[in-house]
T-cell receptor
Framework: DAGVTQSPTHLIKTRGQQVTLRCSPK?????VSWYQQALGQGPQFIFQ???????QRGNFPDRFSGHQFPNYSSELNVNALLLGDSALYLC?????????????FGPGTRLTVT | DAKTTQPTSMDCAEGRAANLPCNHS???????VYWYRQIHSQGPQYIIH???NNETNEMASLIITEDRKSSTLILPHATLRDTAVYYC??????????FGSGTQLTVLP
């Protein structure tokens, strides 16, 4: 059973560009949450998707947007990249069997903005 | 969600039990305590959660005090691979996990 997968593993972008990160949840999971983790800090919640809708959002600007597809996979889009967006972006999935807070995380996408 | 307080860092000898404390004095009666850990350069990993009774799984044990204001995560026989940042989280009704600074556990050979 594959766990949570994310792509790409690493990404380098230039300030002002746009980026799309992808996540496939663990089998049987229907909820996807995205987190940003800056160096030396704990993960910060960006938003959560369930039934293809954004259900909860953290304190992130509208430059951060997402999407969930019918197969429960998800994308995170960041527009107008800033240097401060450099971070590890983590996707986590959860499902009915474990509940909302028993989340399984992918390995993350390391984004570097230059 | 209730605020949690954890020590910044702890050391533990390999093979010994690691006891990681967490204070959550503002926890409400129906709020669970969750523990995650993050090994360097990996995504966080769910460990265990509990409400009021002690819980045990293949990874760890969770002891919650009777007044529920604090808890302790116990790794019974710590190995070098248990070196990680451990997060104690009380999500409440927030529908999200709020990670604090956690405790850096270093298992020493």
């Amino acid at each position: 059973d594959a766990g949570v997968t994310q792509s790409p593993t690493h990404l380098i972008k230039t300030r002002g560009q746009q980026v799309t990160l992808r996540c496939s949840p663990k089998s049987g999971h229907d909820t996807v949450s995205w987190y940003q983790q800056a160096l030396g800090q704990g993960p910060q919640f960006i938003f959560q998707y369930y039934e293809e809708e954004e259900r909860q959002r953290g304190n992130f600007p509208d430059r951060f947007s997402g999407h969930q597809f019918p197969n429960y996979s998800s994308e995170l889009n960041v527009n107008a990249l800033l240097l401060g967006d450099s971070a590890l972006y983590l996707c986590a999935s959860s499902g009915p069997s474990g509940g909302l807070y028993e989340q399984y995380f992918g390995p993350g996408t390391r984004l570097t903005v230059t | 969600d209730a605020k949690t307080t954890q020590p910044t860092s702890m050391d533990c000898a390999e093979g010994r039990a690691a006891n990681l404390p967490c204070n959550h004095s503002t926890i409400s009666g129906n709020e669970y305590v969750y523990w995650y850990r993050q090994i360097h350069s990996q995504g966080p990993q769910y460990i265990i959660h509990g409400l009021k009774n002690n819980e045990t799984n293949e990874m760890a044990s969770l002891i919650i005090t009777e007044d529920r204001k604090s808890s302790t995560l116990i790794l019974p026989h710590a190995t070098l691979r248990d070196t990680a940042v451990y997060y104690c989280i009380v999500p409440g009704s927030a529908r999200q996990l709020t990670f604090g600074s956690g405790t850096q556990l270093t298992v020493l050979p």
